[in-house]
Nanobody, 116 residues
Framework: QVQLVESGGGLVQAGGSLRLSCTAS????????MYWYRQTTGEERGLVAG???????KYADSVKSRFTVSRDNAKNTLDLQMNNLKPEDTAVYYC??????????RGKGTLVTVSS
């Protein structure tokens, strides 16, 4: 099993910044990619950003130039630096892994609220 714990969410005004962190533990050898998703009430969970097993970053168009994702394989962490936050960024942010032989575990999420 892989356990994922997210942290860093909170309340921020529009234009502000937050940094989210995801720490993986357990059977981390099975992790390929690590990604951030977000979900608002009534909507499907959507990809925000992440890093593949090959180290390639990936971003949703809506966050490009504002968010920066970074991964530390030695520490099994995935960080998301979010700048110039907008009210539409308000959501629960989840960390999720991909793997060729483990389930695609995800964490419990951390809430980001951006006030206008």
């Amino acid at each position: 099993q892989v356990q994922l714990v997210e942290s860093g969410g909170g309340l921020v005004q529009a234009g502000g910044s937050l940094r989210l962190s995801c720490t993986a533990s357990g059977d981390t050898n099975c992790i390929s990619g690590m990604y951030w998703y977000r979900q608002t009430t009534g909507e499907e969970r959507g990809l925000v950003a992440g890093v593949s097993s090959g180290g390639e970053p990936k971003y949703a168009d809506s966050v490009k130039s504002r968010f920066t994702v970074s991964r530390d394989n030695a520490k099994n962490t995935l960080d998301l630096q979010m700048n110039n936050l907008k009210p539409e960024d308000t959501a629960v942010y989840y960390c999720k892994i991909t793997s060729t032989w483990c389930p695609h575990y995800r964490g419990k999420g951390t809430l980001v609220t951006v006030s206008s």
